[in-house]
């Protein structure tokens, strides 16, 4: 009987031996299989790696760039009103200028006419509201505005001669520009300048 079990142990032994090179192969499919979904893994993680740094970096540059509007809506957010007292401030000024002769009736309201202007330029130097006033400076396109030319052989062409109005900045930005006279120098002695400025 031995003889006949040696012949069933050869075919469950061949049976086990095809089993386990079936499960070899299958061992290396998968493996294959395995280094495959790893390398296809590993390129995933690191696309969403520099996803996640582009975002970040594009979150950064959003912060600053919100930042930087919540300082600029602080500082020039009372442009709008800074305007619109430039009006009152002009107004009491020439008030100031149109009285004549101080009288004992009009003493008390140039006092409080000055009194009025003083708080409202206070209130500006606090707002970092300054005034531009040209007299005697070189012409400035970018914060004056040539209301006329006038020849005048003392002064140095392009000199501001005469100041109409005052011009205001808020923080070093231009609110109104200073509407000025602009000296054009002698006649034929003066030097060429230019009138498009």
């Not at 192969?25 to 790696?49: F, H, I, K, P």
């Not at 582009?54 to 009103?81: I, S």
């Not at 006092?111 to 009025?116: F, K, L, Q, R, S």
């Amino acid at each position: 009987m031995a003889s006949e079990d040696k012949p069933v142990e050869t075919q469950e032994d061949i049976a086990a031996a095809e089993a386990a090179a079936e499960t070899d192969q299958q061992a290396g499919a998968d493996a294959s299989d395995l280094a495959e979904q790893l390398v296809a893994a590993q390129q995933q993680a690191q696309d969403n790696r520099e996803q996640y740094l582009r975002a970040e970096a594009e979150m950064a540059n959003l912060r600053r760039r919100v930042e930087k509007d919540v300082e600029n809506a602080h500082k020039f957010g009372q442009e709008k009103l800074v305007k619109e007292m430039l009006t009152v401030v002009d107004n009491l000024e020439r008030t100031l200028a149109a009285i004549g002769e101080e009288t004992d009736d009009v003493k008390p309201l140039k006092e409080g006419v000055e009194m009025t202007l003083k708080g409202l330029l206070d209130t500006f130097e606090k707002l970092n509201v300054v005034a531009v006033d040209p007299q005697g400076h070189p012409f400035d396109p970018q914060l004056h505005q040539a209301m006329s030319m006038v020849e005048n052989p003392d002064m140095e062409p392009n000199t501001v001669i005469a100041v109409m109005q005052k011009g205001y900045t808020l923080h070093d930005r231009l609110v109104r520009p200073a509407m000025v006279m602009v000296s054009k120098g002698g006649g034929a002695g003066g030097q060429s300048i230019d009138e498009t400025a």
